[in-house]
């Protein structure tokens, strides 16, 4: 077990359980003096259809996750020093494991279920994806 995490990931969708992964990994960073990263995935499964259609379906998906990363950090009384914020598109699982190996994460923290009905029965498959997947430790959220 790694004695302290420097470079942290939290990744959220809006999803109550996403929330409380974020709250923790604040902790968890300041505990270690280290940087956190929020990242929010639009998933483009969201966006079928008419390309012009695609086009703004997808401007749509990204405006509301970084309104929902600002809801999140405005909620916060104490941030640490060291944060950033990054949205992307694509499959949320994968880009989750893409972004901690390309930026060498330590951690990455996740919630135990995401945001769909399927996801909340069992633990989501984003979720195992990722345990599965990363090159990092993996925290899940309950």
């Known amino acids: 077990m790694k004695e302290e995490y420097k470079n942290i990931l939290v990744a959220v ?3 109550e359980q996403a929330k409380k992964a974020f709250e ?8 270690n003096d280290g940087a956190l990263t929020i990242l929010s995935i639009v998933d483009y499964k969201y966006s079928v259809g008419d390309p012009a259609f695609i086009n703004d379906a997808l401007k749509f998906h990204l405006n509301n996750a ?10 916060t009384e104490e941030l640490p020093e060291n944060y950033e914020t990054v949205i992307l598109s694509g499959s949320p699982k994968r880009r989750i494991v893409e972004y901690a190996k390309k930026h060498e ?3 990455i923290m996740i919630g135990a279920t995401g945001v769909g009905a399927i996801e909340k029965a ?9 345990v599965n997947h990363a090159s990092c430790n993996v925290m899940v959220v309950k």
């Open 66 to 75: 970084e309104i929902e990363i600002d809801t999140l950090i405005s909620g």
């Open 13 to 15: 969708d809006g999803s």
């Open 105 to 107: 994460i330590d951690l």
């Open 24 to 31: 923790e990994a604040i902790e968890v960073t300041k505990r």
């Open 122 to 130: 069992i633990i989501g498959s984003t979720t195992s994806y990722v």
